[in-house]
RNA sequence: GGCGCUGUGGCCAAGUGGUUUAAGGCGAAGCUCUGCAAAAGCUUUAUUCGUCGGUUCGAAUCCGACCGGCGCCUCCA
């Protein structure tokens, strides 16, 4: 039974889907104006992790998740760039997509955008407007915030408060400061979608009502997003699905917290942040995963450098088993013994961690335990038969890499370098294993150290000698 | 000002009433292996959970006060 923290209701609630085995989930996406950020990955993965482990689960996950691709910063960008929007927007957008990919977060079964909605986001738009919860004002359509009783629901704020805390920019158009955006008359110059009211284009909020349901129905499962969505844009979500379709919209909101730099919010306005792209260049995706899974996706997580080398130094016990893995497979199978290692039990132990509002940290705890004691029975014990290690695989291939994404056992450590480039590298073990043999250790202490000058590290062990690349 | 989150070992971070005198990772120390080294593996590493009170047979976990950090209330994952 999957237990999942939910915002509206502000406690752990037990995970009911509307349509077993089906589940409908929708995640907030980028807005493509600009390379998306290592604290905006977080959110993506964390997601990506939860729909993998309700697929783990036995769901059928239905996955949407918006893309954005007209707003006011795209605007601004297209207009610096002298480019169309739209060659701004499937640039950015093609970027994400390869990000995501490398990051392995799977692909969303769709990805909205609003500029191929449009239909749906006027459709409720003019039926927020029949029911009067929308005001035109020349061209500029908002939503009458004080008409919606539950207004506030979900950040647990309420108007009077919000009012009176009043930071809002007073726009003369507006009843009330409140009220918010349905449809933006286009100024000169920019580009826009013909509508009852005139030409203009969505308000932000609109869209992923309209998209959401579009795809996923009035009312579905999961809904999911960063923190900082939770108010404004999630709670006028709510106001405008609730009311334009008479129907109860989210089940469950799920919120993830914000990455913290020096004791501040990773921003894009702070300008405090690292692309994930540059991330990426320096460390895995099994390492930014890790990094990630090690938190719990709702709470404040550190994040500086330091922190990612020492996930990195941490994904390397994972790394070593499945090289173990992989030798004991290249050659042939073997008899022997099969240790007792209780594989149920780590299997229980995975999922109680991830059913208890997906404590990624706790099932990451239980990945390492197995790890170790692993470890210990292969070195206790040489004659292990192969189905032991296809056990240890196969634990390791649904959990580690299959749901958190933090193992791919179809890497290999040699990456891309030529056939031509390791029959050299063996060559050269050969000589100093001679060496060796000769107690000539002064030249295979060279060989050694002169590889190591051009980043590979040969590594001794019992009956053989084995090389790592160095990335540094 | 309103709402919400948060304070656990050198660092990161689970745990939210007894099975925990607190998981896991990094770091550190020791050991094994080794010509040496590296790597790897193993072992050890918090009587203590911001402070002070209270509730309880029992609290990191509940309540109160206080101190500190962060976020949202404006675009933001």
Not at 19 to 25: K, L
Not at 143 to 167: C, Q, T
Not at 349 to 365: L, S, Y
């Amino acid at each position: 039974m999957i237990k999942i923290y939910n915002t509206l209701s502000k406690k752990k609630e037990e995970f009911k889907p509307i349509n077993p085995p089906n589940v409908n989930m929708y995640v907030c996406g980028p807005t493509v104006y600009d390379f998306f950020h290592i604290g905006n990955s977080r959110s993506f993965i964390m997601a990506d992790i939860i729909r993998r482990y309700l697929e783990y689960s036995g769901y059928k996950v239905k996955y949407v998740m918006n893309i954005t691709d007209i707003d006011d910063k795209i605007i601004r960008k297209s207009i610096e760039q002298n480019k169309p929007f739209k060659e701004i927007a499937d640039e950015y957008a093609g970027y994400f997509l390869e990000d995501s990919k490398k990051l392995k977060i799977k692909e969303a079964d769709v990805f909205p955008r609003p500029t191929e909605h449009m239909n749906s986001i006027i459709n409720l738009i003019k039926e927020l407007e029949e029911k009067s919860f929308a005001y035109n004002v020349d061209g500029n359509v908002f939503y009458d915030v004080s008409k919606f009783k539950e207004y506030g629901k979900l950040s647990g704020k309420n108007i009077e408060d919000l009012i009176s805390g009043a930071r809002i920019e007073i726009n003369k158009d507006k009843k009330n400061p409140l009220d918010f955006s349905l449809w933006k008359k286009a100024k000169e110059g920019e580009p826009y979608w013909e509508s009852p009211w005139g030409n203009g284009r969505p308000g932000w909020h609109v869209e992923c009502s309209a998209m959401s349901c579009a795809h996923l129905g009035n009312n579905f499962d999961i809904h999911a997003g960063g923190n900082d969505l939770i108010f404004p844009h999630h709670e006028n979500e709510i106001a405008q699905s609730e009311v334009a379709n008479g129907e109860h919209f989210v089940n469950y909101w799920l919120h993830f917290g914000f990455l913290i730099i020096n004791n501040q919010k990773m921003s894009k306005s702070l300008g405090n942040f690292f692309t994930a792209r540059d991330i990426l260049k320096i460390y895995s995706a099994e390492t930014i995963r890790l990094f990630f899974a090690q938190a719990h996706y709702s709470g404040p997580l550190n994040f500086n450098e330091e922190l990612l080398t020492a996930s990195q130094k941490g994904l390397e016990k994972l790394t070593n088993l499945q090289k173990k893995i992989d030798d004991e497979f290249s050659s042939e199978t073997r008899d022997g013994i099969m240790p007792k290692l209780d594989f149920n039990k780590y299997k229980t132990d995975f999922q109680t961690a991830m059913n208890d509002d997906f404590n990624t940290p706790q099932a990451v705890a239980v990945i390492f335990d197995f790890v170790k004691d692993a470890n210990k029975i292969i070195g206790e014990n040489t004659n292990i038969n192969s189905e032991f290690y296809s056990e240890i695989k196969n634990f390791l291939q649904t959990t580690a890499e299959g749901v958190l994404g933090i193992m791919d056992f179809t890497q290999k450590e040699e990456g891309d370098m030529a056939t031509k480039e390791k029959e050299l590298i063996e060559l050269l073990i050969k000589l100093r294993q001679n060496a060796k043999m000769e107690k000539n250790y002064a030249l295979a202490d060279k060989i050694r150290d002169e590889l190591k000058d051009i980043g590979i590290a040969l590594e001794d062990s019992k009956d053989k000698t084995t090389y790592k690349l160095k990335v540094n």
